[in-house]
C-alpha cells in the first residue's frame, strides 16, 4: 500500500522559515512527479508547487509563492521537500503532498493530476 507522510509542519511568525518534508513508502519506481498543496479555512484546495521527472526535470510554483518557495525532490528515494522562506500569514494552511504515476499536460497544477496524497500538515504563520 503506498502511502505519502508528511513532516515539518508548525507554527512561526512572519519572516521566517519552513522546511516542509513528504516521504513515500510501498513504491519503488519514481513518481512522474511531486507537488505540494494547500488549504486555508473556508477556502479551495490550491497548487502551491510541483517538480517534474523526465529530461531536464522542471520545477513549477504558483505566483504566489514565486521567489520564497524551493521545491526539492530525491527521485531515488522518492521524497520531496518544500523550503518556504520569508513566509506570511496568508501562508497560513493545511500543506498537502502529492504524488502523481499519471500524465499530465498542466504542469501538474491541478489536483487531479495527482493520484496519491499525504494526511497535511498544519503551517501556521503569525503576524
Known amino acids: 500500500q503506498v502511502q505519502l507522510v508528511e513532516s515539518g509542519g508548525g507554527s512561526v511568525q512572519a519572516g521566517g522559515s519552513l522546511q516542509l518534508s513528504c516521504a513515500t513508502s510501498?513504491?519503488?519506481?519514481?513518481?512522474?512527479?511531486m507537488g505540494w498543496f494547500r488549504q486555508a479555512p473556508g477556502k479551495e484546495r490550491e497548487f502551491v508547487a510541483a517538480?517534474?521527472?523526465?529530461?531536464?526535470?522542471?520545477?513549477f510554483y504558483a505566483d504566489s509563492v514565486k521567489g520564497r518557495f524551493t521545491i526539492s525532490r530525491d527521485n531515488a528515494k522518492n521524497t520531496v521537500n518544500l523550503q518556504m522562506n520569508s513566509l506570511k500569514p496568508e501562508d497560513t494552511a493545511v500543506y498537502y503532498c502529492?504524488?502523481?504515476?499519471?500524465?499530465?499536460?498542466?504542469?501538474?497544477?491541478?489536483?487531479?493530476?495527482?493520484?496519491?496524497w499525504g494526511q497535511g500538515t498544519q503551517v501556521t504563520v503569525s503576524s
Open positions: 502529492a504524488a502523481s504515476s499519471l500524465y499530465s499536460g498542466n504542469y501538474y497544477k491541478e489536483s487531479r493530476d495527482y493520484d496519491y
Open positions: 517538480a517534474r521527472s523526465g529530461n531536464g526535470a522542471i520545477a
Open positions: 510501498g513504491r519503488t519506481f519514481s513518481w512522474n512527479a
